[in-house]
Every structure is written in C-alpha cells, then in structure tokens.
C-alpha cells in the first residue's frame, strides 16, 4: 500500500514552499545570476597567466578567437612595441636590401628607352632607404593616432574597452605582415611584371587577413558584435570618403563659378 497522499491543487497551490517552486523565476534575479557568471568568468581569466612572446605571435596568427579574449582581458603592451618594432626593422632592412639589388627589369619601366630607365631606376634606389625609413616612422604615428580614432568610436557605439587594449589589438593585427618579408627578398630575383602582380595579391591577402584580426580584437576589446565592430571599423573610412567628395564638389563649384 502507497503511503504518500496524493495533494489537491487548491491545498498545492495554497502551501508557500511549493507554490514559490511553480513561479517563473523572476528576470532581475536571473540578470543578477548572469552577472555573478560573467564577473565569475572574467576572474578566472584575470587569474590566467600573461601570455608569453611565442604565444602571442602564433595565437594572433592562428588562433585569433582565443588570443584576442586573452589580450583583451590583459594587453602585453610592451611585448606588442617589441614585435611591431622588430617587424618595422626587418622589414626596412628587407627594403634597404630589396633597393640595392633592382634592375632597370625590376622596377618595371622595360617600354622606356634603356637611358632614361635607367636614370628613374637608379634615382628610386637612391631615394628608397629614405622613403623606407620615413615609412617606418609613418607606421608608429598611423599606430597611435588611428588606434586612438577608433577606441573613441567604439565609445561612440556603445563600447566598454579601454583605450590600451585598442593600441595593442591595433599594434597585433598588422603581424601579418611578416609574411611579406620572406616575400619581398625572393620578388627581386623575378621579372618586374611577375614581381608586381605577386606582390598585388600578397598585399590584398595580407590587407584582408589584418581586418579580420582588427575585427575580432575590437569585438573582445569592447565586448560587442562582430558587425558593430566592422562598424567601428569602416565609419573613419567612410566619413573621410564624404568628406573628400564634399571637398571635390566644392572645389568644382568654385571652379566652375569662377570660369564662368
């Protein structure tokens, strides 16, 4: 015989223990138990140790998700100066060396007459350590200033990262340049055609490579979506892209109202 009474609904409904059970849980209890999770979750990421050199050059290359989260929670400042400045030196070194081994072939200019190839040929050389090096210093200054631009967007569009995390998650996605080096020695063993078509698409594979990077680091830096961050991303581009047509229409206005 069954010893357990089976209970009415109203006498159910009626004891406060089990009819606290049958509630829905109430949504502000739930968000508080989210952000307990989410406080929990980032102090165990606070406890992870910081990432070593090896690990961040081969995470950001080739495990982009996890890294970033990693970077974003504790940014290896000086450790990403380290590696933007030794990717800068190799590859000026990469340049210097790539100017002192061009032809009249390898800087492209076969239709001129072979004097006056020459003569361009030779003066882009001599002009090349120079340009290199203005580029190099033209690298850190962009580093700065456009890592700065976009943090102030993203707080723009809502986000919650600070300002040292854009700096390195901006610093890290142009590792993929590295690439290029290796590349850029072995183009100027080949004709200036071959060369320059190589390395076209190289620099569009590495260009898209460094946004998607950009894209995932802005994403974990601000805690917000992938879209929002390719927003973040393109809405410099884009107010410059209207304020060179604006500047354009007006300079044609003026032109065209000062000739007639």
Do not use: C
């Amino acid at each position: 015989m069954n010893d357990r009474k089976e209970q009415n609904p109203e006498q159910l409904s009626n004891d406060p223990i089990q009819k606290d059970q049958l509630l829905p849980p109430n949504p502000s209890e739930m968000k508080d138990s989210l952000t307990e999770t989410e406080a929990t979750t980032r102090l165990d990421e606070d406890r992870q140790p910081p990432l070593q050199f090896y690990e961040i050059v081969y995470g950001v290359l080739f495990d982009p998700v996890s890294t970033m989260k990693r970077i974003a929670v504790n940014p290896p400042l000086y450790t990403t100066l380290l590696i933007v400045i030794l990717v800068s030196l190799i590859g000026l070194l990469t340049e210097l060396y790539s100017s002192s081994q061009g032809t009249v072939s390898n800087w492209g200019l076969p239709d001129m007459p072979f004097s006056q190839s020459a003569n361009i040929s030779q003066a882009l050389r001599a002009a090349t350590p120079l340009l290199a090096i203005f580029g190099t210093i033209f690298v850190f200054l962009k580093w700065f200033f456009y890592s700065a631009l976009l943090h102030l967007v993203a707080d723009f569009y809502g986000g919650r990262g600070r300002a040292r995390t854009v700096f390195v998650v901006y610093g890290l996605a142009g590792l993929p340049e590295v690439f290029l080096i290796p590349l850029g020695v072995i183009t100027t063993w080949l004709s200036g055609g071959l060369a320059t078509g190589i390395m076209v698409v190289a620099n569009l594979l590495i260009f898209i490579w460094g946004m998607i990077l950009l894209t995932i680091g802005l994403r974990e830096a601000h805690h917000f979506s992938t879209g929002r961050a390719l927003t973040v991303i393109f809405t410099p581009v884009i107010v410059m892209l209207l304020l060179a047509i604006i500047g354009m229409v007006g300079l044609m206005a003026v032109l065209s109202a000062s000739i007639f």
